[in-house]
Nanobody, 115 residues
Framework: QVQLVESGGGSVQAGGSLRLSCIAR????????MGWFRQTPDKEREFVAA????????TYAESVKGRFTISRDNAKTTIYLQMNNLRREDAAVYYC????????WGQGTRVTVSS
């Protein structure tokens, strides 16, 4: 069974940066589109970014365009989310996923942004 494990969350001041990682343990080769969602207690889970399985295509939520970058290393079955110029509204639990059927989710990593 493939397990998605996120890491890299933490606390940062507004304007700072964090890099999230998500490794697909139990998978020797990546063949799925993957991405990130985030969720706060008062909102539904919202899409953040996605990347095609070969890495040639990326999609971003409007709110993070120009600040976040998604990438992947298929040899390591890992995706990354580089988050720059973080804002207080970026604070959330970030979940990675892979587009299996049904969709496979990680356990989440928390990002806190202080002013």
């Amino acid at each position: 069974q493939v397990q998605l494990v996120e890491s890299g969350g933490g606390s940062v001041q507004a304007g700072g940066s964090l890099r999230l990682s998500c490794i697909a343990r139990g998978r020797t080769a990546s063949r799925y589109n993957m991405g990130w969602f985030r969720q706060t207690p008062d909102k539904e889970r919202e899409f953040v970014a996605a990347i095609s399985y070969k890495g040639g295509s990326t999609t971003y939520a409007e709110s993070v365009k120009g600040r976040f970058t998604i990438s992947r290393d298929n040899a390591k079955t890992t995706i990354y989310l580089q988050m720059n110029n973080l804002r207080r509204e970026d604070a959330a639990v970030y979940y990675c996923y892979e587009d299996t059927q049904p969709r496979n989710w990680g356990q989440g990593t928390r990002v806190t942004v202080s002013s």
